[in-house]
């Protein structure tokens, strides 16, 4: 079964701090996602990842960043965070050709 | 007017009920898909569809590809069916990286 792991399911952090959210895969996917799911919006993009080194913006870029050094990992960057970012996010993988996505088990972030 | 639509945004039902949940889109397809994300927050990829019909267990979703529109039904409920399930389509095109999402129909089973 495919493991798509994210770092912590709960965090809090204080605005203006500058936060990692990880996130792992163990099917050499070459397609990771970052969506951030809020009441009443629904999963939104945020950023997206086809390749090692690779990105591009989604429909919600603004305020956050992410890396992409090693095919597994795909990592959320908050550089400094706001309270407006305290949301549930939640990262997916899926293979080159393949139309199935599988998700994490989402972060819970809140901002104070 | 979002590309993907659900219906209804909240959905009680008593234990035992069959439950239709309805999905409406706007966009060219390759694949829609059938979520559910249970209190806590993981998502489960329940059905992936192209065309025609799934089943599993108690759950069957169906797409009609020239309507746009795919539903998922639950046979005899259960209170452990309460949770969002969450509609999501990939685009055919340019845009097939991404999935784009519905709302999300939130159930509640009440035994």
């Known amino acids: 079964d495919v493991k798509v792991t994210q770092s912590s399911r709960y965090l809090v952090k204080r605005t203006g701090e500058k936060v990692f959210l990880e996130c792992v895969q163990d099917?050499?996917?070459?397609?990771m996602f970052w969506y951030r799911q809020d009441p009443g919006l629904g999963l939104r993009l945020i950023y997206f990842?086809?390749?090692?080194?690779?990105?591009e913006k989604g429909d919600i870029p603004e305020g956050y960043s992410v890396s992409r050094e090693k095919k597994e990992r795909f990592s959320l960057i908050l550089e400094s965070a706001s309270t407006n970012q305290t949301s549930m996010y939640l990262c997916?993988?899926?293979?080159?050709?393949?139309?199935?996505?599988?998700f994490g088990q989402g972060t819970r972030l809140t901002v104070v | 007017k979002n590309e993907v639509e659900q219906s209804p945004q909240n959905l009680t039902a008593q234990e035992g009920e069959f439950i239709t949940i309805n999905c409406s889109y706007s966009v060219g397809i390759s694949a829609l898909h059938w979520l559910q994300q249970h209190p806590g927050g993981g998502i489960v990829s329940l059905f992936m569809?192209?065309?025609g019909k799934k089943k599993h267990g108690r759950l069957i979703a169906t797409i009609n590809i020239q309507e746009k529109h795919s539903s998922l039904h639950i046979t005899a409920s259960h209170p452990r069916d309460s949770a969002v399930y969450i509609c999501a389509v990939r685009r055919s095109g340019a845009g097939s990286y991404q999935l784009t999402f519905g709302k999300g129909t939130k159930l509640s089973v009440i035994p």
């Open positions: 099917m050499d996917h070459e397609n």
């Open positions: 997916a993988s899926r293979g080159q050709g393949h139309w199935g996505a599988f």
């Open positions: 990842s086809y390749d090692v080194k690779m990105k």
């Open positions: 569809l192209s065309s």
